[in-house]
Each structure stands twice: as C-alpha cells, then as structure tokens.
C-alpha cells in the first residue's frame, strides 16, 4: 500500500478525516468511520492512499481532503509526477522543494492576517480609538513573526497622551489657585488702603480719640 506525502510548514494538525469504511454493512452500520490525522509542524507525514481491512479494500481521497483544508496555511504535497503548473493546490518534487514552498507560503498566511490586523489598527486610530491587543492565534503570529502588537504600541501611546494631559491639567489648575490666592490678597491689601480712605473711616478715628 502506497503513501501519500505531505509537509506542513504550519501549525500542528490534529484532526479526523471522514471516509466510507469498506468493512461496514451499509444496510447495518454507518459506514463513515474516521482516519486520525496528526502532522506535527513544519515537518513531513504521510497518510495512506487506500483502507484495507480484511479483504475489503478501499482508495482514500485524503489527499483531496488535506489539500482542501490545509494548502493555504503550508501543507505541501510532495509527488515528482504532477505538473505544478497543471495542479490548483501547491505540489513540489521532493521534500527539499516542498519544505522551501510550505514555509513561505505559511510565512505569506501569517503575514497577510497580521496586515489585515494593522489595517484596523489604523482605522480605528484615526477615528480616535484603539482595539483590544491581538488575542489567541493572531497573537501567536505576531510573536512567530517578531512583530510588536501595533494595538498594544497605539494604546500605550494613547495613555501616555492622557497622563500627560492630566499633568498638564494638574499644572494649570494650581497656577490657577496661586493666581486666585494673589487676587484675594490684592483685593483685602486694596480693600484696606480703600477703607481708611473713605469718608466714613474719619469719624471712627475722631470718635476714637
């Protein structure tokens, strides 16, 4: 029984493919059993190309089904006899070949998510808002990338702008209180000078005398 051979620039796969058991009475059972499928990442693995079981032998088109679901993120199938030019999905030579393809084509998936990302970053930075920093498998591309969460940057740029208003805030409204307090002491030196100046004061004075 022959092989199917892959490599998976990606992330892990752990994963179960359907497939029409051949040993299963269909006027019985169910006859869609489950092929587990586990491809560690950025490594090679292979999956068989039939089922056999007893004397019932059944082809597999998990082929199809890892290509469909996995070609975007770096699952590269390795087949020296298809055209790449004539083949939807990405299909390499040997295993060389396939391990150069996969990783770029992953390194070109987590690129285009974290562009996306940034995108509405800066969207929501010139309306005057922020986003909640990346979370769960947006996160782990930009760590795999080595990028700094641009969310994180405009948001520590943005409490740092508001720390520094209220400082400044905190500022003014003291010079405000001295101005105020200087005010108030001017007007009682003033009101007093005023005081002994008026009419009124000079009888007090006599009476006092």
């Known amino acids: 029984m022959a092989n199917y051979r892959f490599y998976n620039g990606g992330d892990a ?8 058991n051949p040993n299963n009475d269909i006027k019985k059972d169910n006859i869609v059993s489950y092929f587990h499928l586990q491809a560690p990442a950025e490594s ?8 056999t079981s007893g004397r019932n032998r ?5 082929d ?3 290509m469909s679901k996995w070609a ?10 298809i055209d790449p030019t004539m083949s939807s999905t990405p299909v390499a030579a040997n295993d060389r070949e396939a391990k150069i393809l996969g990783d770029r084509i992953h390194e070109e998936y987590l690129m285009q998510l974290v562009q996306d990302y940034v995108n509405r970053v800066e969207e929501a930075k010139s309306q005057g808002m922020t986003i909640l920093p990346a979370q769960n498998y947006l996160k782990h ?15 520590n740029a943005v409490e740092k702008s508001k720390s520094g208003s209220e400082e400044d805030k905190l500022k003014i409204s003291l010079l405000e209180q ?25 009888p007090a004075k006599a009476a006092a005398k």
């Open 178 to 202: 001295q101005i105020a307090q200087m005010q108030a002491q001017q007007t009682a030196f003033f009101a007093g000078i005023m005081g002994k100046l008026t009419p009124e004061a000079a």
């Open 64 to 66: 199809l089904t890892i």
């Open 141 to 155: 591309a930009l760590k795999k990338l080595g990028i700094a969460d641009p969310a994180l940057t405009v948001r």
């Open 58 to 62: 059944s082809f597999s088109n998990f």
């Open 72 to 81: 975007r993120f770096g699952v590269v199938r390795i087949d020296p006899t």
């Open 13 to 20: 796969i752990n994963a179960r493919i359907p497939f029409d």
């Open 44 to 51: 090679f693995f292979e999956v068989p190309d039939a089922i």
